[in-house]
């Protein structure tokens, strides 16, 4: 059994910082691409970010770059978001995808977690 649980997500005012968590159970999350989506009140979901195996990191939206951050932990089987600056347009419930290719962007996800609600108050 896999899975990804995605944490870190609150309340905070404008300007502020979060640091968003996504971790596996039951496969390595360093052999797979890690994609970062968000899905706003009354929107579809969009692309924030992806880190390939490589590390190379894609910004799906270069208005983020600067702002977001993606790092790797390996010993906590782990990916962290670091957010810094949120406006409310940021206010959206954040989503976790690993990729078993590798590569980003990911097609084709093998695990999805539930996501976790960022509020961005003005």
């Known amino acids: 059994q896999w899975h990804l649980v995605e944490s870190g997500g609150g309340l905070v005012q ?6 968003l968590s996504c971790s596996a159970s039951g496969f390595t999350l360093d ?14 979901r969009e692309g924030v970010l992806c880190v ?4 190379k990191v894609t910004y799906s939206i270069e ?3 600067g702002r977001f951050t ?13 957010m810094n ?4 347009e940021d206010t959206a419930v954040y989503f976790c995808q690993a990729e078993k ?3 980003c962007p990911v097609h084709s996800p093998h695990a999805w ?10």
């Open 14 to 19: 404008e300007g502020g910082s979060l640091r």
């Open 52 to 55: 390939a195996k490589s590390d």
């Open 63 to 65: 208005s983020l770059k």
């Open 85 to 88: 600056n949120l406006t409310p």
């Open 113 to 122: 977690g539930q996501g976790t609600l960022v509020t961005v108050s003005s």
């Open 31 to 44: 052999d797979y691409s890690i994609a970062w989506i968000r899905q706003a009140p009354g929107k579809g």
């Open 70 to 82: 993606i790092s790797r932990d390996a010993a906590a089987n782990t990916v962290y978001l670091q």
């Open 101 to 103: 290719s590798g590569l």
